[in-house]
């Protein structure tokens, strides 16, 4: 069964924080690098932050030194700490494996509102 859980999101303000957890199935998370990604209404799905299997991680400019991607190997979960959140962080959060193509299966994702 494939599966991918996002939750978490929420309304903060600027400067607010948030911990985003995504739950995926066997089939998806083992052995895959697992990342966040996001979509900010009328923009494209964009890449945020990235976990290798072996754990290292890389950020994307915009949210580096912010964010913060760790995972649970024994629970397949992949988590994302937000922090100094800004608007222009807001928007769908979704969780995957990388690389994910448009048309393999994604998650509901989990939104994400900023105001200032």
């Known amino acids: 069964q494939v599966q991918l859980v996002e939750s978490g999101g929420g309304s903060v303000q600027a400067g607010g924080s948030l911990t985003l957890s995504c739950t995926a199935s066997?089939?998806?998370?083992?052995?895959?690098?697992m990342a966040w990604y996001r979509q900010a209404p009328g923009k494209q799905r964009e890449l945020v932050a990235r976990?290798?299997?072996?754990?290292?991680?890389i950020y994307e400019d915009s949210v580096r030194g912010r964010f913060t991607i760790s995972k649970d190997d024994s629970k397949k979960t992949v988590s994302l700490q937000m922090d100094f959140l800004q608007p222009e962080d807001a928007g769908t959060y979704y969780c995957?494996?990388?690389?994910?193509?448009?048309?393999?299966?994604w998650g509901q994702g989990t939104q994400v509102s900023v105001s200032l």
């Open positions: 995957n494996k990388l690389p994910a193509r448009e048309y393999d299966f």
């Open positions: 976990i290798f299997a072996f754990g290292h991680t």
């Open positions: 066997a089939s998806i998370f083992n052995g895959n690098t």
